[in-house]
Protein backbone atom coordinates (compact mmCIF):
# COMPACT_ATOMS: atom_id res chain seq x y z
CA UNK A 1 0.00 0.00 0.00
CA UNK A 2 1.22 3.73 -0.17
CA UNK A 3 2.86 4.84 2.51
CA UNK A 4 5.09 7.53 3.79
CA UNK A 5 7.35 6.26 7.38
CA UNK A 6 9.82 9.29 8.35
CA UNK A 7 12.06 9.47 10.85
CA UNK A 8 12.37 9.70 14.56
CA UNK A 9 11.68 12.23 16.75
CA UNK A 10 14.59 14.58 17.28
CA UNK A 11 15.86 16.60 20.35
CA UNK A 12 17.51 20.27 19.26
CA UNK A 13 19.35 23.77 20.53
CA UNK A 14 18.69 26.94 19.26
CA UNK A 15 20.68 27.74 16.28
CA UNK A 16 21.47 24.07 15.13
CA UNK A 17 19.86 22.43 12.07
CA UNK A 18 17.56 19.60 12.12
CA UNK A 19 16.99 16.91 8.67
CA UNK A 20 13.99 15.01 8.67
CA UNK A 21 13.44 12.37 6.31
CA UNK A 22 10.30 10.66 4.47
CA UNK A 23 10.61 7.38 2.63
CA UNK A 24 8.27 6.24 0.24
CA UNK A 25 6.55 3.00 -0.76
CA UNK A 26 3.64 1.69 -2.51
CA UNK A 27 4.11 4.45 -5.45
CA UNK A 28 6.42 5.60 -7.96
CA UNK A 29 8.13 8.55 -5.92
CA UNK A 30 9.12 10.44 -8.70
CA UNK A 31 5.50 10.92 -10.12
CA UNK A 32 3.78 12.79 -7.37
CA UNK A 33 5.21 16.16 -5.86
CA UNK A 34 6.42 15.84 -1.90
CA UNK A 35 4.78 18.96 0.32
CA UNK A 36 6.04 19.43 4.02
CA UNK A 37 3.59 20.63 6.57
CA UNK A 38 4.39 21.27 10.39
CA UNK A 39 2.29 21.76 13.51
CA UNK A 40 3.27 23.66 16.71
CA UNK A 41 1.79 22.40 20.01
CA UNK A 42 -2.15 23.30 20.12
CA UNK A 43 -1.56 25.14 16.88
CA UNK A 44 -3.12 24.58 13.44
CA UNK A 45 -1.04 23.24 10.38
CA UNK A 46 1.59 25.71 8.42
CA UNK A 47 2.27 24.51 4.64
CA UNK A 48 6.42 24.97 4.24
CA UNK A 49 6.99 24.03 0.74
CA UNK A 50 7.67 21.20 -1.91
CA UNK A 51 9.44 19.56 -3.85
CA UNK A 52 9.04 17.77 -7.51
CA UNK A 53 11.14 14.59 -6.87
CA UNK A 54 11.70 13.83 -10.50
CA UNK A 55 13.04 17.76 -11.19
CA UNK A 56 14.24 18.20 -8.04
CA UNK A 57 12.22 21.97 -8.14
CA UNK A 58 11.67 22.99 -5.02
CA UNK A 59 8.72 25.79 -3.20
CA UNK A 60 9.18 26.95 -0.23
CA UNK A 61 6.86 29.46 1.91
CA UNK A 62 8.24 32.97 1.88
CA UNK A 63 8.30 32.56 5.87
CA UNK A 64 10.88 29.69 5.98
CA UNK A 65 12.87 30.84 2.55
CA UNK A 66 16.34 30.99 3.49
CA UNK A 67 16.19 28.51 6.62
CA UNK A 68 14.92 25.55 4.89
CA UNK A 69 16.23 23.27 1.83
CA UNK A 70 13.88 20.34 0.71
CA UNK A 71 15.33 17.10 -1.18
CA UNK A 72 15.25 14.28 -2.41
CA UNK A 73 16.81 10.85 -3.18
CA UNK A 74 15.15 8.98 -5.91
CA UNK A 75 17.16 5.54 -5.43
CA UNK A 76 15.80 5.18 -2.36
CA UNK A 77 12.37 7.17 -2.59
CA UNK A 78 13.19 9.41 0.41
CA UNK A 79 12.42 13.24 0.87
CA UNK A 80 14.27 15.13 3.59
CA UNK A 81 13.44 18.42 4.57
CA UNK A 82 16.60 20.53 6.85
CA UNK A 83 15.83 23.75 9.11
CA UNK A 84 18.36 25.91 9.84
CA UNK A 85 19.08 28.13 12.67
CA UNK A 86 15.99 26.38 15.07
CA UNK A 87 14.24 28.75 17.20
CA UNK A 88 11.51 27.61 19.97
CA UNK A 89 9.12 28.23 17.91
CA UNK A 90 10.17 25.33 15.14
CA UNK A 91 8.53 22.71 18.32
CA UNK A 92 6.38 21.68 16.36
CA UNK A 93 5.34 17.80 14.73
CA UNK A 94 6.82 18.31 10.83
CA UNK A 95 4.77 15.56 8.07
CA UNK A 96 5.54 15.15 4.79
CA UNK A 97 2.26 14.42 2.46
CA UNK A 98 1.92 13.20 -0.94
CA UNK A 99 0.70 15.64 -3.39
CA UNK A 100 -2.23 13.68 -5.25
CA UNK A 101 -2.22 15.78 -8.67
CA UNK A 102 0.64 17.73 -8.76
CA UNK A 103 -1.32 20.96 -7.50
CA UNK A 104 -1.81 21.21 -4.00
CA UNK A 105 -3.76 18.33 -2.68
CA UNK A 106 -2.45 16.39 -0.44
CA UNK A 107 -3.40 12.45 -0.59
CA UNK A 108 -1.23 10.34 1.59
CA UNK A 109 0.61 12.08 4.44
CA UNK A 110 3.57 10.67 6.79
CA UNK A 111 3.02 9.55 10.50
CA UNK A 112 4.80 12.75 11.75
CA UNK A 113 8.27 13.80 13.41
CA UNK A 114 8.64 15.82 16.58
CA UNK A 115 10.88 17.73 16.66
CA UNK A 116 11.81 19.35 19.86
CA UNK A 117 14.24 22.81 20.19
CA UNK A 118 14.99 23.63 23.69
CA UNK A 119 18.73 24.93 25.44
CA UNK B 1 -1.99 36.58 0.32
CA UNK B 2 -5.21 34.95 0.62
CA UNK B 3 -6.95 34.46 4.23
CA UNK B 4 -9.04 31.40 5.05
CA UNK B 5 -11.10 32.41 8.04
CA UNK B 6 -13.08 28.91 9.79
CA UNK B 7 -16.06 29.01 11.81
CA UNK B 8 -16.92 28.33 13.78
CA UNK B 9 -13.32 27.77 15.89
CA UNK B 10 -15.95 25.24 18.11
CA UNK B 11 -18.51 23.17 16.84
CA UNK B 12 -20.29 20.94 19.74
CA UNK B 13 -22.95 18.37 18.59
CA UNK B 14 -24.33 15.31 19.83
CA UNK B 15 -24.12 12.17 17.50
CA UNK B 16 -26.60 12.30 14.87
CA UNK B 17 -26.60 15.44 14.46
CA UNK B 18 -26.12 17.52 11.26
CA UNK B 19 -22.57 19.36 10.93
CA UNK B 20 -22.21 22.37 9.23
CA UNK B 21 -18.36 24.23 8.73
CA UNK B 22 -17.84 27.08 6.89
CA UNK B 23 -14.48 28.33 5.72
CA UNK B 24 -14.68 31.94 3.80
CA UNK B 25 -11.65 33.55 1.84
CA UNK B 26 -10.53 36.87 1.73
CA UNK B 27 -10.92 36.68 -2.30
CA UNK B 28 -12.15 34.58 -4.46
CA UNK B 29 -10.38 30.89 -4.89
CA UNK B 30 -12.61 29.02 -7.88
CA UNK B 31 -13.52 25.96 -6.15
CA UNK B 32 -9.35 25.40 -5.41
CA UNK B 33 -10.53 24.08 -1.74
CA UNK B 34 -10.15 21.02 0.47
CA UNK B 35 -11.24 19.41 3.56
CA UNK B 36 -9.23 17.73 6.11
CA UNK B 37 -9.76 16.08 8.96
CA UNK B 38 -7.47 15.71 12.10
CA UNK B 39 -8.07 13.55 15.22
CA UNK B 40 -5.02 13.87 18.17
CA UNK B 41 -2.37 12.51 17.68
CA UNK B 42 -2.60 11.44 14.05
CA UNK B 43 -1.48 12.84 10.64
CA UNK B 44 -4.13 14.84 8.86
CA UNK B 45 -6.64 13.06 6.15
CA UNK B 46 -8.06 14.60 3.26
CA UNK B 47 -11.61 14.66 2.92
CA UNK B 48 -12.38 16.85 0.17
CA UNK B 49 -10.83 18.50 -2.83
CA UNK B 50 -11.84 20.95 -5.09
CA UNK B 51 -14.47 21.94 -2.93
CA UNK B 52 -16.76 18.99 -3.32
CA UNK B 53 -15.00 16.18 -4.27
CA UNK B 54 -14.77 13.08 -2.04
CA UNK B 55 -11.40 11.51 -1.33
CA UNK B 56 -10.96 7.43 -2.24
CA UNK B 57 -12.54 5.73 0.79
CA UNK B 58 -14.36 8.76 2.97
CA UNK B 59 -17.99 8.08 3.90
CA UNK B 60 -20.90 9.61 2.06
CA UNK B 61 -22.12 11.27 5.20
CA UNK B 62 -19.43 14.13 4.08
CA UNK B 63 -20.26 16.34 1.63
CA UNK B 64 -18.25 19.60 0.78
CA UNK B 65 -19.68 22.66 -0.73
CA UNK B 66 -19.36 26.51 -2.26
CA UNK B 67 -17.18 28.66 -4.42
CA UNK B 68 -15.69 31.55 -5.32
CA UNK B 69 -15.14 32.86 -1.70
CA UNK B 70 -17.55 30.50 0.92
CA UNK B 71 -17.22 26.90 1.23
CA UNK B 72 -18.95 24.46 3.72
CA UNK B 73 -17.99 21.26 4.96
CA UNK B 74 -21.27 19.32 6.00
CA UNK B 75 -21.43 15.78 7.97
CA UNK B 76 -24.96 14.96 7.63
CA UNK B 77 -25.29 12.47 10.30
CA UNK B 78 -22.58 12.44 13.04
CA UNK B 79 -20.84 9.09 14.13
CA UNK B 80 -18.22 8.99 17.27
CA UNK B 81 -15.42 9.33 14.82
CA UNK B 82 -16.23 12.64 13.47
CA UNK B 83 -14.93 14.16 16.48
CA UNK B 84 -12.01 16.08 15.80
CA UNK B 85 -10.58 18.70 13.98
CA UNK B 86 -10.90 19.69 10.43
CA UNK B 87 -8.84 22.03 8.15
CA UNK B 88 -9.32 23.88 4.89
CA UNK B 89 -6.85 24.35 2.40
CA UNK B 90 -6.73 26.49 -0.96
CA UNK B 91 -4.23 25.89 -4.06
CA UNK B 92 -6.10 28.28 -6.02
CA UNK B 93 -2.27 30.58 -5.49
CA UNK B 94 -0.63 27.72 -7.02
CA UNK B 95 2.43 26.93 -6.16
CA UNK B 96 1.70 28.22 -2.86
CA UNK B 97 -0.45 26.91 -0.41
CA UNK B 98 -2.67 27.79 2.84
CA UNK B 99 -4.49 26.28 5.68
CA UNK B 100 -7.34 27.75 7.47
CA UNK B 101 -6.77 27.78 11.75
CA UNK B 102 -9.18 24.94 11.85
CA UNK B 103 -12.45 23.71 13.82
CA UNK B 104 -12.95 21.70 16.53
CA UNK B 105 -15.93 19.12 16.37
CA UNK B 106 -16.59 18.32 20.22
CA UNK B 107 -19.26 15.91 21.28
CA UNK B 108 -22.31 17.64 23.37
Known amino acids: QVQLVQSGAEVKKPGASVKVSCKAS????????MHWVRQAPGQGLEWMGW??????????AQKFQGRVTMTRDTSISTASMELSRLRSDDTAVYYC????FGSGVMDVWGQGTTVTVSS | EIVLTQSPATLSLSPGERATLSCRAS??????LAWYQQKPGQAPRLLIY???NRATGVPARFSGSGSGTDFTLTISSLEPEDFAFYYC??????????FGQGTRLEIK
Open chain 1, 97 to 100: ARDA
Open chain 1, 26 to 33: GYSFSDYH
Open chain 1, 51 to 60: INPDSGATNY
Open chain 2, 27 to 32: QSIGIY
Open chain 2, 50 to 52: DAS
Open chain 2, 89 to 98: QHRSTWPLIT
